[in-house]
Every structure is written in structure tokens, then in C-alpha cells.
């Protein structure tokens, strides 16, 4: 079995792939504000695993809305980093590659907290697996830490502090904005980490 992982660059993809160590991770440019600063982290992380890395650029920014579009949030948006049909996009454009280098599993790094989006839900997952399932390639999509915190999923994946700094959260900028959703959450799992957790280093 071949496994790839849609690797963003954040906190939850990183550990991901620190954790399950596939032999492939796609990065996907598709017009978010921070896409420079999470193909670095993505790119950076890759090479200390050793793990094939493809980076995808189709700029989709026109068709984006909220924080990581630099846009207003759509009428439909349940919160301002919301991108109207985001991950069902990236899954099928990483799936693209991803059948195109023999892969069988392709991981996301969709963790319990993304809940609050229709498509961070388990629902979503099981329903995207079996839309890739009954095609050409029978790709299954995975997210192994849909269950757990992005806290509990660093703790498990045992990711290093100096591996986990290289992670990018920012939903507006390349550089930490400190005032988006992917900012708040990026310093609250740090705060957790520094009173709850040591990491080998």
C-alpha cells in the first residue's frame, strides 16, 4: 500500500505525517493567502522525513470567499476562515496526483475541532471515501486523528517541539497575523503543550 497525505503545513498535517510517515505529501497552492509559508513547512518537514513531497499549483483564489481568499466571508460561511466547498476541492486535486504515482490511501489532517465545519465532520469523510472509492483507482481518503484534538494528536504522533515550531496556521499571511482563527488556535495548542506536555527535542 502506497499512502500520500494532503499536507498543508499546519499543526495537524504536520503531526500527521510525523505520526503515520507516508511516502508521499502533496502541497496544494490553490490561491490561499499563506501558501508560500505552508509549502516552506510543508517542504522543510518533508525533507527531514525523508518523505517524496509534489507541490500543485491552480490558483482558485476567484472562486474562494473569507480569510484565506482575502474576501468578505460567503452568506453560507460558519465562521470568516470559511472557503465554500474547500476540502471536498483539495481532496480531488491531490487525489489527481495522487493516483498519478500509484498511491492507494490518501490521509487528511482533518482533526475533531474541524467539526465545526460540514466538512471536517465524520460524515463528510466517510461520505468523500466513498465518492473515491467507486471511481477509476478505488482510492480510499482516511483522516486517522478526525477523533482527537490537535493537542491529543501531537501527544500520540510524539512530534518534536523544534519540528512542530516549523508548522504555518495563519489563514492571511505568510507571516503569523496573530488575529485569525488558524493564529488563536496555533497559540492555544502551544499554551496546552507548554503545561501538559514535554517533547523529546
Known sequence: MKRALLLSGGMDSLAIAWW???????????GQLAAEAEI??????????????????????????????????????????????????LVTLAAMKAISLGVNTLYLGTVKSDGSHRDG???????INQLMVIQEGEMTVEAPAI?????????EANVPSSMLAWAH???????????????????EVWHEIE?????AE
Open 20 to 30: 503515520l510517515r507516508p511516502e508521499v505529501g502533496i502541497t496544494l497552492n490553490y
Open 40 to 89: 516552506s513547512a510543508s517542504t522543510t518537514l518533508c525533507k527531514q522525513l525523508g518523505i517524496e513531497h509534489h507541490v500543485i499549483s491552480i490558483d482558485c483564489r476567484a472562486v474562494g470567499s473569507g480569510d484565506m481568499a482575502g474576501d468578505k466571508a460567503d452568506a453560507h460561511a460558519p465562521a470568516s476562515d470559511w472557503w465554500p466547498y474547500r476540502n471536498q476541492l
Open 121 to 127: 465532520t465524520p460524515e463528510f469523510i466517510a461520505a
Open 147 to 155: 477523533h482527537l484534538s490537535t493537542f491529543e494528536l501531537v501527544k
Open 169 to 187: 496556521s495563519c489563514h492571511k499571511s505568510n507571516v503569523p497575523c496573530g488575529n485569525c482563527r488558524g493564529c488563536y488556535k496555533y497559540f
Open 195 to 199: 503545561h501538559g506536555l514535554d517533547h
